[in-house]
């Protein structure tokens, strides 16, 4: 749109600026997301919760099949919002901001439990959040707010389920995956960082 208004009132040089501006940051979003995706895939491998072969590395201690699993996942959505125009990224946009929802949602409610047992235990905290508990519960009534909004909408209604169930699975699979294992001790991985142990 920026590119265009400028095209309509006489500055071409600009427009074409502004376009190789947009282009630089999305460059530059899809390789902030590429690193998080593919490190996200070799720490869940290396505390064996994804296939082993995603925390394989390089002699340069990168994770090279993660990097590349994550640009296969890419480009099988590209190809899929080729093949079925408007349907792939309406659908993988609506999961992400459900899926952020989940997240600050978790966020708050772990905020609230930690905070409300470190009161109980007496334990000083070097900062505490000012406005506790009511700030808390003022962000888990707009986080409610939000999701009736999309319980009652027919278009966001299938994306919020969707999410719900495959985050129910998910945990289901986690729980059912470390039912006989605990963390035992905390080791250096392969790139230097400490991951916990699990064992049966």
């Known amino acids: ?17 502004i376009t190789l501006v947009a ?22 491998a ?7 072969l995603l925390a394989s590395v390089s002699k340069a201690r990168v994770p090279v099949v993660a990097v590349l699993a994550s640009v296969a996942f890419g ?6 919002e080729l093949a079925f125009p408007e349907k792939v990224l309406p659908v993988l946009l609506n999961i992400v901001g459900s899926t952020c929802l989940l997240v600050w949602t978790s966020a708050l409610l772990a905020q609230l439990a930690l905070r409300l047992r470190a009161d109980r235990e007496g334990t000083e905290l070097p900062l505490r959040m000012p406005g506790f508990p009511w700030l808390t519960v003022f962000g ?3 986080l409610a707010a939000i999701f009736t909004v999309g319980f009652i909408g027919e278009d966001s209604r299938p994306q919020l389920l969707s999410t719900f169930g495959l985050v129910a699975l998910l945990a289901v699979a986690n729980w059912l995956h470390h039912r006989n294992g605990k963390v035992l001790s905390v080791v250096e991985s392969s790139v230097g960082a400490k991951q916990p142990v699990l064992v049966d």
Request: zero cysteines; charged letters at 10%.
């Open 46 to 52: 290396e505390r064996g919760e994804a296939p082993r």
């Open 75 to 80: 480009v099988v959505t590209v190809v899929l």
């Open 140 to 142: 888990l009534v707009i």
């Open 1 to 17: 749109p920026f590119a265009a208004v400028l095209d309509a009132a006489g500055m071409p040089g600009a427009a074409t600026a």
């Open 23 to 44: 282009v630089a940051a999305l460059l530059s979003a899809l390789n902030a997301n590429l690193y998080g995706a593919s490190r996200m895939a070799y720490s869940l």
